[in-house]
Nanobody
Framework: QVQLLESGGGLVQTGGSLRLSCAAS????????MGWFRQAPGKEREFVAA???????????KYADSVEGRFTISRDNANNMVYLQMNTLNVEDAAVYFC????????????????????WGQGTQVTVSS
């Protein structure tokens, strides 16, 4: 029943941009922190970005140091979608990118540990050419 389906990956040149999308279904999307993780060949999966449940006025976001200032995570609760806008891509960004969901009782609070995420997508490949 639960599904996280990533899309938007592909081949991009160094310095280019991509927008990844994740369509969620089968759970109460608004009650989950949403995150993006990535795994490059020969490396462990690593945290990229997370976005909190909605608060009264806004959401909280968190980014890995390696992507802060270049990537932007956002969510659309009306359509059960989460996005990752990736700008100024470099070869170090090449990886399979995974969308994940972590149940949370707290608004405006992000979740960083990977083992706190309950659901995972299958991933979408991002390739960056030099």
């Amino acid at each position: 029943q639960v599904q996280l389906l990533e899309s938007g990956g592909g081949l991009v040149q160094t310095g280019g941009s991509l927008r990844l999308s994740c369509a969620a279904s089968g759970f109460t999307f608004r009650n989950y922190v949403m995150g993006w993780f990535r795994q490059a060949p020969g490396k462990e999966r690593e945290f990229v970005a997370a976005i909190s449940r909605n608060s009264i006025n806004n959401v909280a976001t968190k980014y890995a140091d390696s992507v802060e200032g270049r990537f932007t995570i956002s969510r659309d609760n009306a359509n059960n979608m989460v996005y990752l806008q990736m700008n100024t891509l470099n070869v170090e960004d090449a990886a399979v990118y995974f969308c994940a969901a972590a149940f949370s009782r707290l608004p405006h609070t992000v979740i960083l540990p990977q083992d706190r995420y309950d659901y995972w997508g299958q991933g979408t490949q991002v390739t960056v050419s030099s």
